[in-house]
């Protein structure tokens, strides 16, 4: 039976909703956006009329194609080439979602999303709309089929392991503009001695090439190490130009609510370096370089205007 103009408009209302929830549970905007539009799909196919709740239906359906995607997604990632990293989006990207509460922020953070990465989809997918979304358990348990008790145990356990691998610091924005002033500065002096001042003691920097841009599969732990490394990448050279094409314009801005570096080359992100900082010191250097997941971004920068750069790498 074909949609009437009101079945459409009660999908798009809550297509915003949908597209923040597939983001946090696949850690990828381009599956999300798959996601929501295989939803829309089955919305098509079904008698809408005899739905009760379009949003618990819409919500349940959304979840187990997410939960489904899950499930193949670690298949994929046993052959990712390197370190696989979630899809970064710029401040203001709507597929953030709600960013009303701590725990709502936080829920899609850069830190938090790699350490989703650990938990069962179940779990995930628990986590993701107690935490992020303030569904209560009993909404929870008929998505996912389960009791109320299960979603509330469920939820305790999930909470608990983000918990435990977490020490993040949630900051505003002329402190992440600083701390990216001040990363920069260091990056860029030649020496190791300020980034190493920068950093905590146990910090790690990894980076996302997808097998298409060359990235260290391993990351690089300690202080030392990483300050030595990031030294290296921004020391100017001929080698690098070559290898993204040109002199990448370098960027502050936020990414996931984190201080984040971006690297635009003709209108064209190329890179999204996320900072965690933990108690004034950087504890992370995520950076994401697989041109497949920085699609979004380049839309959304290009959308923007966000002036000169602070410098021209390389």
Request: net charge negative; charged share 25%.
């Amino acid at each position: 039976m074909a949609l009437t103009m009101n079945d459409v408009d009660r999908f798009m209302a809550s297509r915003p909703r949908l597209e923040a929830i597939a983001y946090r549970l696949l850690g990828s905007a381009s599956e999300a956006e798959d996601a929501v539009q295989e939803t829309f799909l089955r919305w098509q196919d079904a008698d809408v009329d005899g739905i009760r709740v379009p949003e618990a239906w819409l919500t349940k359906v959304l979840t187990n194609l997410c939960l489904n995607q899950l499930t193949s997604a670690r298949a994929r990632r046993e052959t990712y080439v390197g370190a696989w990293l979630p899809e970064p989006l710029i401040a203001g990207d709507p597929m953030l979602g709600p960013a009303d509460t701590a725990e709502q922020r936080e829920s899609v953070s850069y830190a938090v999303l790699v350490l989703l990465e650990r938990l069962s989809p179940n779990e995930r997918a628990v986590y993701v709309l107690r935490e992020a979304f303030d569904y209560p358990h009993r909404e929870i348990a008929e998505v996912l089929d389960l009791t109320e008790a299960a979603s509330q145990q469920i939820f305790h356990r999930a909470k608990k392991h983000v918990a435990d691998g977490k020490a993040r610091t949630e900051i505003d924005e002329a402190a992440a503009r600083r701390i990216v002033d001040e990363f920069l500065t260091a990056a860029t002096s030649g020496r190791t001695e300020p980034l190493v001042r920068l950093l905590t003691q146990d910090a790690v920097a990894v980076g996302d090439g997808g097998g298409k841009v060359p990235a260290r599969a391993k990351a690089f732990e300690g202080a030392l190490a990483v300050a030595t490394f990031m030294r290296g990448l921004f020391k100017p050279g001929k080698a690098k130009r070559d290898l993204v094409g040109g002199s990448p314009g370098i960027y502050a801005t936020t990414a996931n609510g984190d201080p984040a570096l971006v690297a635009v080359l003709d209108g064209r992100v190329v890179g999204i370096m996320c900072l965690e900082v933990t108690a004034g010191r950087i504890a992370a250097i995520r950076s994401q370089a697989n041109p497949d997941k920085l699609e979004r971004a380049t839309r959304a920068w290009a959308a923007t205007d966000h002036g000169e750069p602070l410098l021209i790498a390389f």
